[in-house]
């Protein structure tokens, strides 16, 4: 294969990845229109429409699609194959990309990677948050962060954090005005900020447990946001109520900014993994974060 060829087709891959030539375009760091025309060529060159346009939006054709599966594997392989390589010198190195949601990347990653990295400057980490159940090969990451009961079943999983037990809060200002709810079901007569999941853009439903009863409760309010430091402050000033982690909540309860209710209705959710493809061989680099991040009883 000519390393021409071989270009075009790693910039075939991450349009059609990105679903975008200005996001691909960025991201190879070149114009939009040189890009444009590398995609032009390997069509011509292949006799195929690869990638259907309009103005809004770029998906694989039929034929682009089955030369995407054909391909991601291969570009796997070569990058696991390339950063292999470290192990031939003298400290590890390469980058890592991983996607997580935002809780998992400030209160177990971030810590974890700030002690890791001031002794390995030669590794690179890229952190994409995203509640979006994402496909992590598709999107070309080593490895992504969800709750157990999220994990897809082929991949391996290493826990990096314990269960992790849930809280609905508000502030003593908004309870002076507002009865505390006694049950889950009391939540619909208050105020409540909305988390919206992109996946499937809805609202995430508030998740409760008593005696083995489990219920699921969609909450109203004025608010809703798309990360959890926001609904956090809302709850602060309070405008209203908030369902967040508890050691996102814990210091202010304790210092009395907000007031904890329904806790014996809080559910533990199974904790955070760090998963990847079992098909990965695992450079030194990576193998390192995984031991920096495992989750140690």
């Known amino acids: 294969m000519q390393r021409e060829q071989m270009a075009a087709l790693t910039a075939f891959v991450m349009v059609a990845v990105e679903r975008s030539f200005t996001k691909a375009a960025a991201k190879l760091g070149m114009s939009q229109s040189a890009l444009s025309q590398i995609i032009l060529r390997l069509e011509k060159h292949l006799g195929l429409r690869l990638l259907a346009r309009t103005t809004r939006s ?43 949601v935002e809780h998992a990347a400030k209160a177990i990653i971030w810590p974890a990677l700030s002690r890791l990295l001031r002794n390995y400057p030669d590794i690179n980490v890229e952190i994409v948050l995203d509640y979006g159940l994402v496909d992590i090969v598709a999107g070309r990451f080593d490895a992504g962060v969800r709750l157990g009961e999220q994990v897809e079943q082929d991949m391996i999983a290493v826990r990096i954090a314990p269960d992790m037990q849930m809280a609905v809060v508000g502030a003593p200002e908004y309870f002076k005005q507002h009865p505390a709810p006694q ?36 909450v109203d309010g004025q608010l809703i946001f798309n990360t959890i430091d926001l609904v956090l ?36 959710l199974p904790g955070y993994h760090l998963y990847y493809p079992s098909r990965r061989q695992p450079s030194p680099a990576f193998s390192l974060l995984v031991e920096a991040l495992r989750h140690r009883t």
């Open 58 to 100: 770029v998906a694989p054709t039929e034929a682009g699609e089955r030369l995407l599966q054909t391909l991601l594997p291969a570009l796997d392989a070569l990058d696991a194959s390339l950063a292999a390589l470290s192990e031939l010198r003298e400290k590890p190195a390469g980058t890592i990309r991983i996607n997580s």
């Open 183 to 218: 049950l889950p079901q009391h939540l619909v007569r208050h105020g409540c900020s909305n988390l919206r999941l992109p996946t499937s853009g809805g609202l995430y439903a508030w998740e409760f447990e008593k005696a083995g009863r489990t219920l699921k409760v969609r």
């Open 233 to 268: 402050e809302a709850a602060l000033n309070g405008f209203g109520l908030a369902y967040l982690p508890i050691d996102q909540v814990e210091r202010h309860v304790n210092d009395g900014r907000l007031i904890s209710v329904l806790t014996d209705w809080c559910p533990r």
